[in-house]
């Protein structure tokens, strides 16, 4: 997952082929053709909406281009949005990108399938045996 800073975020309004999805916005409802990226807001950390928004675009309507977390964006989130389906994260404002992976390194894998990868960890094991 790749972590930008608060500063490094271009609005969508300036990019073409750019969607941006407020939180209640229903994915299904929203053409696709044409769309490199989709920016889901979090309006505030403890709103999670934007985390089935993302597993629905990727899983059930199989999105391949990049899913951008945006808004109230913590450092302890950033794993569960890897494995819901984000590519990108734009921090919260005065957070520091550079911690951010620490978070990652905590968690290394992970036994259960994810929007990413559905293969759980068993099945991969007897996979590579």
């Not at 209640?24 to 807001?41: E, M, S, T, Y």
């Amino acid at each position: 997952m790749k972590i930008l800073s608060f500063d490094e975020y271009i609005t969508p309004a300036s990019v073409a082929s750019v969607i941006f999805m407020t939180n209640d916005a229903d994915p299904r409802q929203v053409p696709l053709a044409g769309v490199k990226r989709i920016d889901l807001h979090f309006p505030k950390f403890t709103d999670g909406r934007a985390y089935s928004q993302a597993f629905l675009l990727r899983r059930r309507l199989g999105f391949q281009g990049e899913i951008r977390a945006t808004g109230d964006v913590l450092i302890d989130q950033l794993v569960s949005m890897a494995r819901t389906g984000f590519d990108v994260a734009v921090l919260r404002e005065g957070l520091d990108a550079s911690a951010a992976q620490r978070q990652f390194d905590r968690f290394p894998a992970f036994y259960q399938g994810s929007a990413v990868d559905t293969q759980p960890l068993f099945a991969k094991a007897t996979t590579t045996a």
